[in-house]
Each structure stands twice: as C-alpha cells, then as structure tokens.
C-alpha cells in the first residue's frame, strides 16, 4: 500500500514511471507527483502484511491481549497497553477494516448530520464526537444540512444508503416530522441526538441543560439591576427556543419582575433574517432596557443594531445571548453569553452511539435516555452595568 506523500491518501495513487533508480508515483487527490527509493519501497511492502500475530511473537503475548489492546479495551492495564500500542505503530501495523467488518457485519462509518459548519460550535462538537470514535476505529462521514429539512431527509437517506453503523445528528430549526429517522432505525441503524434534541423518537439525546442556562443568563441580567427585560427567539414550534423561554419566563417570575409581553419577539423569521425586525425593536419608545436572545447570532445582531442607533450598550440596554459563538469574544462590546461545554456533548453522543452499535442485540440496553450537561455563565461588557 503506497501513502502518498503530500496528502496522505492511499486509494488514489498510480505509478508513473521512473526516476533515478526510484518509482515515481502520481497522487490524483492532491494532484502532485512523489517518488519513493526502491529499498523504502520494500520496507513499506514489508510493514503491509504486519499482522496481530506478529505483535503477538514479538512480545511474547497472547493474541487475544492484543487484539484487546488494538481496540482501547479496558481489561488491559495501561502500561502493557502503551507497550502494545507502541510496538503496533513501529511495525508499521495498520488495522483491516474491510476484514474486521466482514466479521463483525460492520462498515465502521459514522454519519454526523448538523445544520451547519459555518460557527465553531457545530465543528466542536463534531471535534469532540470524532475524537471518540476514532480510538475505536470508526470514520465519519459529516453531512451538513444548511437548516434545510429537505436537505436533512436527503442526508439521512444516503447514510442510510451507504450501510454506515450508526448517525449522530442535529437537526434543523425546520424539522418537525422525525420519519426519515425513523427508517433509519428500522433498518437497525441506532441514532443519537445531540444538542437539538426531540422528543419523538426513543433515541439517546446529549445537550445543554437549556432550561437552566436560560434560568442564569435571565438571572444575570437582574442581578445587574435591570427591570425591563425581554427575550428574543424562535418560533413556538422549536422546542430548544421553547425551553429557554420557559426558562427566562420562570426567572422573571420567580424574582418578581414584570413580564411584558411587548418585549417579547418570538418568531421563526428571528432566526434567519433578524435584522429588519430588532431595528423595529428597538426603535420603540418604550423599549426592554435588558434583553436575553435565544442565541449569541441574535444576540450580536441587536448589539450591531442598538450601536448603530446609539444605544449606549451596556448603560442603556444590556444583551445576554446563549451559545458562546467565537464572535461574541471579539465583538465590542464583547457579548455576555451562556457557554455549551460543546466537546463534552460529542463526545458523550458518540459514546452513546458506539455503546448501541455493540449491544444492538442486547434487550436490555437503554435505548431511550437524556444527559444534559451543565452551561455555564459567561460575563462580558454587554452587561457590566455599573
């Protein structure tokens, strides 16, 4: 098997001719040619055929102890695995996953569906999901919906199609009939849910504790003295927006402040198209003078807005998103915000997911449970309200 030098591929690579005494080779990947010297060339020959047996001869192991190794079980003590782990990589040994899967009746490919790849939110999560499932040998296929519901179906049908092991999705603010996914699960492929999560279908779901960071963020924006709050968000048919209103509406509620209904802009449009509306928002005379968004996009959008219509942020309007956008940091003022510990959900969606793959035929595993992890409040000049 001959790795191309630049790209690292290996499927795309073809002889051309020789130099030197040395086989050149054309990578049609990356598009560049390489060359590799003959006695290179039978060492890399040689570490092909490396085999757990081999692993096993050379350090006077059993087989089944190295197999164990090779797939991060935790039956084998740390430091024989590092020995094992270590040989492995200097043998040049390299795991058949074509073979393994014929055993096995397994592609070792996990779908990842999210709405987009545009914010380092969804990347991260996808960071924390892959760093996963790669120590147990899976590759992912990332598919992005661009908050398309068609495009959703679409992608669940070719993962569906592509025979992967199991799907980690998000899906989009559009979503409201789940049957694509259910196909999937009806043709034994297991999905988990993570961050925008549901409750139609008895699947695993890893998120953010949303009703309680919106509790905080609403908190906050009290326990800074202002009186006059309002939320903007999503429609009433997202149920994430659903739970941080509700989490916002209680805090009010619980510390006695005014609820008023004209501070309140809960619109599907909010989302995708925001800045026509909170121009209109905050233009009102008598507007909120604190303001808690669904997310950190909306939240930068009235803090762009009330700058340029020159309210004094955070004297004369405080603003508190959720999310922790990269933006946000940067911003000025800097956006206060709730943080989702991202990495963490990915990473436990795809131990979610792997622990359904191998007791799929187990009867009497969980299919059906929710984690969510704690937020945690972000203080930024957006509300440093003397």
């Given at each position: 098997m001959i790795k191309c030098l630049n790209c690292k591929e290996v499927s795309g690579i073809v002889k051309s001719g020789k130099s030197n005494g040395s086989q050149r080779y054309f990578c049609k990947y990356c598009k560049k040619y390489f060359t590799i010297k003959v006695d290179e060339q039978?060492?890399?020959?040689?570490?092909?055929?490396?085999?757990?047996?081999?692993?096993?001869?050379?350090?006077?192991?059993?087989?089944?102890?190295?197999?164990?190794?090779?797939?991060?079980?935790?039956?084998?003590?740390?430091?024989?695995?590092?020995?094992?782990?270590?040989?492995?990589?200097?043998?040049?040994?390299?795991?058949?996953?074509?073979?393994?899967?014929?055993?096995?009746?397994?592609?070792?490919?996990?779908?990842?569906?999210?709405p987009e790849l545009k914010s380092d939110f969804y990347s991260t999560?996808?960071?924390?999901?892959?760093?996963?499932?790669?120590?147990?040998?899976?590759?992912?296929?990332?598919?992005?919906?661009?908050?398309?519901?068609?495009?959703?179906?679409?992608?669940?049908?070719?993962?569906?199609?592509?025979?992967?092991?199991?799907?980690?999705?998000?899906?989009?603010?559009?979503?409201?009939?789940?049957?694509?996914?259910?196909?999937?699960?009806?043709?034994?492929?297991?999905?988990?849910?993570?961050?925008?999560?549901?409750?139609?279908?008895?699947?695993?779901?890893?998120?953010?504790?949303?009703?309680?960071?919106?509790?905080?963020?609403?908190?906050?924006?009290?326990?800074?003295?202002?009186?006059?709050?309002?939320?903007?968000?999503?429609?009433?048919?997202?149920?994430?927006?659903?739970?941080?209103?509700?989490?916002?509406?209680?805090?009010?509620?619980?510390?006695?402040?005014?609820?008023?209904?004209?501070?309140?802009?809960?619109?599907?449009?909010?989302?995708?198209?925001?800045s026509q509306y909170i121009h209109q928002y905050l233009m009102s005379k008598n507007r909120p003078d604190g303001v808690f968004t669904m997310t950190d996009t909306i939240g930068i959008e009235v803090l762009k807005t009330a700058k340029n219509l020159g309210i004094k942020i955070p004297e004369d309007l405080g603003i508190i998103g959720f999310s922790d956008h990269i933006v946000s940091r940067y911003i000025s003022p800097s956006l206060s915000t709730i943080r989702q510990p991202t990495m963490e959900i990915g990473m436990e969606a795809a131990k979610g997911l792997i622990n359904l793959i191998d007791n799929r035929d187990d009867i009497n595993i969980e299919f059906e449970y929710t984690t969510l992890l704690k937020p945690e409040l972000v203080a930024r000049d957006s509300t440093n309200k003397l």
């Open positions: 039978k060492k890399l020959k040689t570490k092909e055929g490396i085999t757990i047996k081999d692993i096993a001869q050379k350090l006077g192991l059993g087989i089944s102890t190295i197999s164990r190794a090779l797939n991060s079980s935790d039956e084998i003590k740390k430091e024989t695995k590092k020995i094992i782990l270590e040989t492995a990589e200097s043998m040049g040994y390299e795991k058949n996953l074509t073979a393994i899967g014929l055993v096995k009746q397994q592609s070792f490919n996990i779908g990842i569906i999210v999560l996808i960071s924390g999901a892959n760093h996963i499932l790669k120590n147990k040998g899976y590759r992912i296929y990332i598919m992005q919906s661009e908050e398309s519901y068609k495009n959703e179906i679409a992608n669940t049908n070719a993962l569906i199609a592509s025979r992967v092991d199991g799907i980690i999705a998000s899906t989009t603010f559009e979503t409201k009939d789940f049957s694509h996914f259910t196909r999937a699960i009806q043709k034994n492929i297991p999905i988990v849910f993570f961050s925008r999560v549901n409750n139609e279908l008895k699947t695993p779901k890893i998120a953010v504790d949303n009703y309680l960071g919106a509790c905080m963020a609403t908190e906050h924006l009290i326990n800074k003295g202002y009186k006059r709050i309002g939320y903007l968000g999503g429609g009433k048919d997202f149920n994430i927006g659903n739970i941080r209103y509700q989490g916002f509406y209680d805090t009010l509620r619980k510390y006695n402040i005014k609820f008023q209904n004209k501070f309140i802009l809960r619109e599907d449009y909010i989302i995708h198209n925001s």
